[in-house]
């Protein structure tokens, strides 16, 4: 059986809304990932901006190198709960984020050489005290757009995200060890190879003094048909070519599929068709829909009019636009069945809010080789109410 596009759990073991993360799914995936690493000789971080549940850092920690962080809390979360490596970069620091991030990162990423020359002198200073090795890198941007979305695009007009060859000083390098991109979403590794190429094309001459280099995320391995042999190729290619190591940051292709939203429906109301409300609500569980936007699977489900009932599901908040999408079912939808969404462990649980006070789904851990179920967290009133004054 296909575990990513049906569920292998029974839907009614969980309170609802919830998350249910697939240990053997998440598992099937690092063995992906490990067997890049291992042919290619390079590391793999996790992004935690996309995956951040830290009950399974220590499953993650067996095959990752460590985490690529966007603030000092990712970092902070990074160091203590996954315990190797912390590589961190965000578009602008404050000296707080700078201090704050001297205690947990090892490698600290800038967007600018006015923010490298303010705080070198700070990091290596409280690295000295602290005595520990911290390395700085620079974040390029490769100017080479594959046509992801443009807000999912670094290498969009306009983009704060890099710094292009023409602001790059190359005399500057005082203290750098490795440069870092990151243009791809959700690509497979004929985009990294034309990415590769445009960043040999401008930056030949700052290479070669780097001790590693940085892929960013994107690269959506673990997706059936992902080209890995090609990924693997043009690793090995780029390290021997350039004498350097190689990271790759995937936040995406780590979770790929390995997570379920379970959401029961409330109530059917007729519209200009029928609707489900469920008790999952769509911006403050699953926002990407929304955001990117996309229609997420429903198990069981079809298109519209492709089997023989066709509604609209919906959320219970007051958005008119609190909508998932609209499917087709075998049979009418009802009071008190329960709704399997599928691919909900990537940008789904680090990115829920409370808006109009909905409850937080939970979050379950499923083991197949056991049928275990665990309940690692639930949420309620107080978690609601300590964000708000
Ligand atoms: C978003 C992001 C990632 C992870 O991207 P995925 O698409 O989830 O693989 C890695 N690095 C940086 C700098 C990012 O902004």
Redesign the pocket.
């Known amino acids: 059986m296909n575990g990513r596009l049906e569920y292998r759990f029974d839907p009614k073991r969980v309170a609802t809304p919830s998350y249910v993360i697939d240990e053997g799914l998440l598992k099937e995936n690092l063995e992906v990932l490990a067997s890049v690493r291992d042919r290619a000789g390079c590391k793999v971080?996790l992004?935690l901006?996309?995956?951040a549940m830290h009950a399974v850092f220590p499953l993650l920690a067996e095959t990752l190198d460590g985490i690529?962080a966007?603030s000092p809390h990712e970092a902070r979360l990074g160091r203590e709960e996954f315990g190797r490596e912390v590589h961190t970069?965000a578009a602008g620091y404050s000296e707080a984020d700078i201090r704050d991030l001297c205690e947990t990162s090892d490698h600290i990423?800038f967007n600018s050489f006015a923010q490298l020359d303010r705080f070198r002198p700070l990091v290596r200073e409280l690295a000295e005290a602290a005595g520990r090795n911290i390395e700085l890198a620079l974040?390029i941007n490769p100017e080479h757009s594959e046509g992801a979305t443009p807000i999912?695009d670094?290498c969009s007009p306009g983009s704060r995200?890099g710094i292009r060859r023409a602001q790059f000083d190359a005399d500057s390098l005082d203290g750098i060890t490795g440069l870092?991109w990151?243009n791809?979403?959700?690509q497979d590794a004929d985009c990294l190879e034309r990415t590769i190429e445009a960043v040999e094309r401008n930056f030949s001459d700052v290479l070669p003094r780097m001790k590693y280099v940085?892929f960013?995320?994107?690269?959506?391995i673990t997706r059936p048909g992902y080209d890995v042999d090609l990924l693997v190729s043009l690793i090995t290619r780029f390290k021997k070519k350039w004498n350097v190591e190689v990271y790759l940051?995937?936040?995406?292709?780590?979770a790929l599929n390995a997570g379920y939203l379970v959401a029961e429906v409330l109530d059917v109301v007729q519209a200009d068709m029928p609707v489900a409300i469920m008790d999952s609500a769509v911006p403050c569980h699953m926002p990407d829909v929304i955001e990117m936007p996309y229609r997420p699977h429903i198990v069981g489900s079809g298109e519209v009019e492709e089997k023989a009932w066709t509604c609209r599901i919906g959320g219970p908040s007051c958005l008119t636009g609190d909508v998932a999408g609209e499917y087709s079912f075998d049979h009418p939808v009802r009071t008190g069945d329960r709704l399997v969404f599928t691919d909900m462990a990537?940008?789904s649980m680090v990115k829920t809010n409370t808006f109009n006070g909905i409850q937080l789904p939970s979050m379950y851990l499923f083991k197949p080789d056991s049928d275990a179920m665990t309940l690692v967290r639930s949420f309620g009133y107080e978690d609601f109410k300590n964000r708000l004054s």
Do not use: D, M, Q
Request: hydrophobic residues 30%; glycine residues 12%.
């Open positions: 971080l992004a901006k996309c995956f690529c966007s970069f990423v974040r999912y670094p995200l870092h990151h791809l979403c959700e940085n960013g995320g994107g690269h959506h940051e995937p936040g995406e292709a780590v990537i940008y």
